[in-house]
């Protein structure tokens, strides 16, 4: 890539697009996390579509020449009909496009609904909630017919499905949301037309190891005899949480964050996706898990690990829809 | 049922028909697998379902490889390592019988029926025992049915999409 803009470009400037799919707005929000470097972007780039920034429309972007934008940035998974269709539609109009976050690329936190099935969500959205007032029990339809034609809503789909189950992914940057430091670096080497090598989803925007790599604690070499909640105990200073007995996603993760959130004594949430040569972030901890229990006997190790709440919610907190496994049945 | 009942079951499977069970099976080197071997010096009969992977230690089987089998299709997956105590490298099966209770927990959670994952120990003398453990997991699988993962991800778009068009209006 360079900074010769588009096919489409009129003033040289490079032709950027960010979408948000099955995601919360946080990775919106940390684009604007770089602060003054934005305008620094600005100089650079031009913004042709961000629906949560600025008012594009569908229709804009299909009108594109095929190409025209050179970096999208997308994030969140894929879950409904509308979502995948952007999808496409994003990724035949660019040159270049980024899994940006943790739903983007495995999921992230709406993947957790793989453990349920639409009909079982809609019973919860639409039936069970206390807070809800439906006395007819109304359900909505993808297709419904009024006396000025017919009404389409998109289908949501049986499961959430990553950027790169619908569309080929050029790069991924990782994070719940993506750390700016981070974010701009890839900023800037974009600007600069310094991107590395094009691959199937090569991880930018991140280190190469595990959290524990970048992790301040100590690690003291002892085993653990039983595990806790972080609202159950304040965790000991500088030593390693999960010898603590507080699962912590470190030794699963990818550094890059910095290792905020153990630094802030709570144990890796486990967002930056997996370190190279992990494929099941779940199963890694597991086995990590697995190595450093203090138990001789099976009675004890049971009981040990049993005292670990949800462990399929916690090992693959951001992960499940990139999961060997995928979802539950 | 009895053994013989078992292994004289009806090729074609009540549950699904033409169906066999496939089962992937890791052993380890020092006791499981040469308690396999004992089983079939010995001329012990047992279903030809199971498909046997031999790792140097139980604590070598990655949880991964455990998802993994299910994930490419298999229908069942039995991990055998030595008893406790008996671990050629002393502690590996130690790290087997922690990992093991959390496999099991992600797989109810993932609505695979516990029948599919069997874990057990099994020594380098325990010939019958791993004629017996495969004849039973694979009559109790059996019952439970195909699992056929690859198609049911395939038909819920994964790694392709389902490509609905909620418009149809050719954008």
Redesign the interface.
Known sequence: MNAQGGTGATNGKLKVAKYWASSCGGCDISLLEVGPHLLELIEAADVVFWPCAADFK??DV?KYPDGYIDVCLFNGG?R???Q??I???LRKKSKTLVAYGACAIDGGIPALAN?TTPAEIYDVVYHQNPSLDNPNGVEPV?VFQTAHGEL????L???V?RLK???EVDYQIPGCPPQAHQVWKVLQAVVAGQVPARNDAVTVGCDDKAVCDECPRERRQVRVGGFRRSHQAIPEPGWCLLEQGFVCMGPATRSGCGALCVKANLGCRGCYTAPDGV??R???M??A???I?D????ER??E???Q?AD??GT??RFSLAS??????? | MADEQVLHAEAASAVVPGWEPRIIAFLCYWCSYTGADNAGTARLKYPANVDIIRVMCSGRIDPELIMTAFARGADGVLVCGCHIGDCHYLAGNHKTMARMPLVRSVLADLGIEPERFVHEWVSAAEGEKFAQLVRHTTEQIRQVGPLNWPKRMHDRGVGHGMDLQPWGDGR
């Open positions: 569908y229709d299909a894929v409904s009909s509308e995948e269709e999808a496409r539609l453990l993808p389409r809503l998109p289908d789909y049986p499961q499905l189950d619908v569309v494929e099941d779940g199963t890694a597991i086995g898990i697995g190595s229990i138990a001789t006997t099976e190790a049971h040990i690990v049993g670990i462990p399929i090992f693959y999961s060997s496994l995928k979802g539950r049945r």
